[in-house]
């Protein structure tokens, strides 16, 4: 077998990490010197990595059929899966297929076999109904967040899935919780290497009670968000609906925001998500879809505008922020007659003092109709937009490229100006269209 497997300090300066952290260290020699490993680390500690590391030495560059597959709750996750795996620069063909994604695209990425295939258990499963590719190559699987996975309903799809995969010697599992009911049955593993981290508590999480003088908690909301300032963070709702009303209402207040739920057409969740991460949004009003499984930056805080009915939801919500010993505050807003869950322990509360609420965003989301399909790169479209677009360094964010398509913050004030520079302009060997989105 032979693996282009870059040596660890290559891909964590890829990466822009010093070293792994001590739980990335763990699982990296548990998963080379064991079949089955189980790991259970709070959210944001860098699972993705942690196990990513390791099984890339399993890959074979002789091979033209998929060995490594990675099965994941959410379209979201699969995407941040993807992405960390370009970023490590493997040389492996990695490529994700999930829910909302027209048959079309997955007929591309599957024309030459990824050596990685991440998707969600129905997806997947519907592909080795079809044939769509072969399973006797995959060596190895992993199921991430596997507990959300059935707490979503998956547990059909991934029995069929398991069942499918008659030539495995690497199972690993992953999550955020440790759950009563343990590991499923369907999975066959019975003495797995359980690496186990939830012990390591947030000590940097303040959590803080907000107590709104009305049922109606929308005022008491705006308030909040007024005193806590121009931060990135996430009011947590329990319903669509919810996430509506306080969207319009914190539209009309001038509030500047993004909205996620698992209703939204999936082109508008990954634009939400994509806002967020560059500062087009600081703010983002969601459901528990965005408890665990999203690629979002450092949060300052997030906020329960509507309580979490379970103690690992309010886990979950509260592991958004306070990631790797950063600093956040978890946020309780209620009413004084609302009966808070056992769970949730408040012990101090913060008195709201008054404040400006922040109406404009630095960056504004610029879309090019030009991507990874068009051999196009992050320098490519940095180099447009400081040669052509004359923008100085720090008047450029956030690139991300995707496979059709590429984003771009830049400072709200130069947006017009850019765009007249370099619309209909040549990247590589096609013209791009340069919009706001």
């Keep these: 077998m032979k693996s282009t497997f870059k040596n660890q300090e290559d891909i964590l300066n890829k990466l822009g990490i010093e070293q792994l952290n001590p739980m990335q260290e763990e699982t990296f020699q548990a998963i080379k010197e064991n079949s089955d490993v189980v790991l259970l680390s709070p959210t944001g500690t860098g699972k993705t990595l942690a196990f990513l ?6 890959l074979d560059t002789e091979c033209d059929e998929i060995q490594l597959l990675i099965l994941v709750p959410s379209r979201e996750l699969a995407i941040q899966i993807e992405q960390v795996t370009r970023e490590m620069g493997t040389g492996f063909k990695t490529n994700a297929i999930y829910g909302g994604r027209t048959g079309t695209q997955d007929k591309l990425d599957l024309k030459h076999k990824p050596a990685i295939l991440i998707g ?13 590719f072969s399973a006797n190559s995959i060596h ?13 309903g998956f547990e059909k799809e991934m029995i069929e899935i398991v ?8 199972k690993i599992l992953t999550s955020a919780t440790e759950k009563k009911q343990g590991i499923p049955a369907f999975v066959g593993i019975k003495k797995p290497v359980i690496i186990n981290y939830l012990h390591e508590s947030i000590t940097q999480l303040k959590i803080k ?13 705006v308030k909040a968000i007024s005193h806590i300032g121009n931060q990135p963070g996430i009011v947590f709702c329990n319903f669509k609906d919810t996430i509506q009303q306080v969207s319009d209402y914190l539209a009309d207040k001038g509030v500047n925001h993004g909205c996620f739920f698992g209703g939204m057409e999936q082109r508008d969740r990954e634009l939400a998500l994509v806002k967020f991460r560059n500062g087009t949004h600081q703010l983002l009003i969601a459901t528990d879809l965005a ?5 979002v930056p450092e949060i300052k805080f997030i906020l329960h505008f509507e309580l979490p009915m379970k103690s690992h939801e309010f886990t979950h919500r509260n592991g958004r922020t306070a990631r790797m010993n950063a600093d956040g505050t978890a946020y309780v807003l209620h009413c004084e007659s609302d009966d808070v869950p056992g769970f949730i322990e408040l012990s101090e509360v913060e008195n709201l003092t008054t ?21 196009i790169s992050k320098g490519d ?11 100085n360094k720090d008047e450029l964010g956030t690139i991300e490229l995707k496979a059709d398509c590429t984003y771009v913050a830049v400072h709200t004030s130069k947006v017009n100006k850019v765009i007249e520079l370099t619309n209909n302009a040549k990247l590589k060997t096609k013209k791009v269209r340069v919009s706001v989105i």
């Design 120 to 132: 969600t258990p129905g997806r997947i499963a519907d592909h080795l109904r079809r044939g769509s």
């Design 209 to 221: 009670a907000i107590v709104s003088p009305d049922n109606d908690k929308l005022e008491t909301l």
């Design 355 to 375: 404040a400006s609420i922040p109406t404009t965003s630095l960056w504004t989301t610029l879309h090019v109709t030009g991507g990874r399909r068009d051999k």
């Design 53 to 58: 590391m390791p099984l890339l030495e399993t």
């Design 163 to 170: 069942d499918a995969l008659d030539y495995l010697k690497k």
């Design 291 to 295: 408890a665990r499984g999203i690629d």
């Design 381 to 391: 479209v940095a180099g447009l937009f400081f040669k052509q677009g004359l923008l």
């Design 140 to 152: 190895t699987l992993v199921l991430d967040e596997f507990d959300k996975s059935l707490e979503i």
